[in-house]
Nanobody, 127 residues
Framework: QVQLVESGGGLVQAGGSLRLSCTASGRSFNTYNMAWFRQAPGKEREIAAAINWTSGLTRYVDSVKGRFTISRDKAKNTVYLEMNSLKPEDTANYYC????????????????????WGQGTQVTVSS
Protein backbone atom coordinates (compact mmCIF):
# COMPACT_ATOMS: atom_id res chain seq x y z
CA GLN A 1 0.00 0.00 0.00
CA VAL A 2 1.22 3.48 -0.89
CA GLN A 3 0.08 6.69 0.74
CA LEU A 4 0.21 10.03 -1.05
CA VAL A 5 -0.04 13.28 0.86
CA GLU A 6 -0.57 16.52 -1.08
CA SER A 7 -0.10 20.08 0.09
CA GLY A 8 0.14 23.59 -1.31
CA GLY A 9 -3.31 24.34 -2.62
CA GLY A 10 -5.16 27.54 -1.86
CA LEU A 11 -6.79 30.69 -3.17
CA VAL A 12 -4.84 32.92 -5.53
CA GLN A 13 -5.63 35.77 -7.89
CA ALA A 14 -5.38 35.34 -11.63
CA GLY A 15 -1.78 35.72 -12.75
CA GLY A 16 -0.47 34.41 -9.46
CA SER A 17 1.51 31.29 -8.61
CA LEU A 18 1.21 28.22 -6.42
CA ARG A 19 3.41 25.22 -5.76
CA LEU A 20 1.90 21.85 -5.01
CA SER A 21 3.81 19.04 -3.29
CA CYS A 22 3.06 15.34 -2.98
CA THR A 23 5.06 12.85 -0.94
CA ALA A 24 4.73 9.10 -1.35
CA SER A 25 5.27 6.67 1.51
CA GLY A 26 4.66 3.01 2.24
CA ARG A 27 6.37 -0.33 2.31
CA SER A 28 8.27 -1.90 -0.55
CA PHE A 29 7.17 -0.02 -3.59
CA ASN A 30 8.88 1.26 -6.71
CA THR A 31 8.06 4.59 -8.25
CA TYR A 32 7.97 4.55 -12.05
CA ASN A 33 5.82 7.59 -12.77
CA MET A 34 4.03 10.27 -10.86
CA ALA A 35 1.43 12.71 -12.09
CA TRP A 36 -0.92 15.51 -11.22
CA PHE A 37 -4.51 15.26 -12.37
CA ARG A 38 -7.21 17.85 -11.83
CA GLN A 39 -10.96 17.84 -11.66
CA ALA A 40 -13.14 20.92 -11.92
CA PRO A 41 -16.77 20.88 -10.73
CA GLY A 42 -18.98 19.07 -13.22
CA LYS A 43 -16.05 17.94 -15.33
CA GLU A 44 -14.09 14.74 -15.72
CA ARG A 45 -10.70 14.30 -14.11
CA GLU A 46 -7.90 15.13 -16.54
CA ILE A 47 -4.14 14.94 -16.62
CA ALA A 48 -2.30 18.17 -15.87
CA ALA A 49 1.28 16.89 -15.89
CA ALA A 50 3.23 13.65 -15.50
CA ILE A 51 6.86 12.69 -14.98
CA ASN A 52 8.91 9.54 -15.51
CA TRP A 53 10.68 8.95 -12.23
CA THR A 54 13.90 7.60 -13.72
CA SER A 55 14.40 9.68 -16.85
CA GLY A 56 12.66 12.85 -15.76
CA LEU A 57 10.75 13.00 -19.04
CA THR A 58 7.56 15.00 -18.69
CA ARG A 59 4.19 15.42 -20.37
CA TYR A 60 1.64 18.22 -20.03
CA VAL A 61 -1.88 18.88 -21.13
CA ASP A 62 -1.82 21.60 -23.79
CA SER A 63 -3.67 24.12 -21.64
CA VAL A 64 -0.88 24.28 -19.04
CA LYS A 65 2.19 24.09 -21.27
CA GLY A 66 4.54 26.99 -20.61
CA ARG A 67 2.85 27.80 -17.31
CA PHE A 68 3.15 24.63 -15.18
CA THR A 69 6.31 22.68 -14.39
CA ILE A 70 6.37 19.21 -12.85
CA SER A 71 9.53 18.08 -11.07
CA ARG A 72 10.62 15.44 -8.59
CA ASP A 73 12.98 14.93 -5.68
CA LYS A 74 13.87 11.26 -5.77
CA ALA A 75 15.53 11.30 -2.35
CA LYS A 76 12.35 12.65 -0.76
CA ASN A 77 9.99 10.62 -2.94
CA THR A 78 8.22 13.88 -3.65
CA VAL A 79 6.74 15.36 -6.79
CA TYR A 80 6.04 19.06 -7.27
CA LEU A 81 3.84 21.11 -9.54
CA GLU A 82 4.90 24.71 -9.99
CA MET A 83 1.95 26.67 -11.37
CA ASN A 84 2.51 30.16 -12.76
CA SER A 85 0.29 32.63 -14.59
CA LEU A 86 -2.73 30.95 -13.10
CA LYS A 87 -6.10 31.45 -14.76
CA PRO A 88 -9.63 31.06 -13.36
CA GLU A 89 -10.02 27.98 -15.58
CA ASP A 90 -7.24 26.30 -13.59
CA THR A 91 -9.59 26.16 -10.62
CA ALA A 92 -9.98 22.50 -9.66
CA ASN A 93 -9.18 19.85 -7.12
CA TYR A 94 -5.66 18.65 -7.90
CA TYR A 95 -4.81 14.98 -7.30
CA CYS A 96 -1.41 13.37 -7.07
CA UNK A 97 -1.04 9.85 -8.50
CA UNK A 98 1.69 7.23 -8.63
CA UNK A 99 2.36 4.30 -10.92
CA UNK A 100 4.27 1.48 -9.24
CA UNK A 101 4.39 -0.77 -12.30
CA UNK A 102 7.05 -0.54 -14.96
CA UNK A 103 6.21 1.42 -18.10
CA UNK A 104 7.82 3.04 -21.12
CA UNK A 105 10.04 6.07 -21.39
CA UNK A 106 7.21 8.59 -21.47
CA UNK A 107 4.92 8.86 -18.44
CA UNK A 108 1.35 7.74 -19.13
CA UNK A 109 -1.53 10.19 -19.04
CA UNK A 110 -4.53 7.90 -18.63
CA UNK A 111 -6.23 7.70 -15.25
CA UNK A 112 -6.19 3.91 -15.16
CA UNK A 113 -2.42 3.87 -15.68
CA UNK A 114 -1.94 4.96 -12.08
CA UNK A 115 -2.18 2.73 -9.05
CA UNK A 116 -2.61 4.99 -6.03
CA TRP A 117 -4.11 8.42 -5.53
CA GLY A 118 -3.94 11.22 -3.01
CA GLN A 119 -6.96 12.88 -1.43
CA GLY A 120 -6.62 16.03 -3.50
CA THR A 121 -5.86 19.66 -2.77
CA GLN A 122 -8.11 22.51 -3.86
CA VAL A 123 -6.77 25.27 -6.10
CA THR A 124 -9.01 28.27 -6.60
CA VAL A 125 -8.06 31.11 -8.95
CA SER A 126 -10.10 34.28 -8.68
CA SER A 127 -10.53 36.70 -11.57
Amino acid sequence: QVQLVESGGGLVQAGGSLRLSCTASGRSFNTYNMAWFRQAPGKEREIAAAINWTSGLTRYVDSVKGRFTISRDKAKNTVYLEMNSLKPEDTANYYCAIRTRNSGLLPPTALDSYDYWGQGTQVTVSS
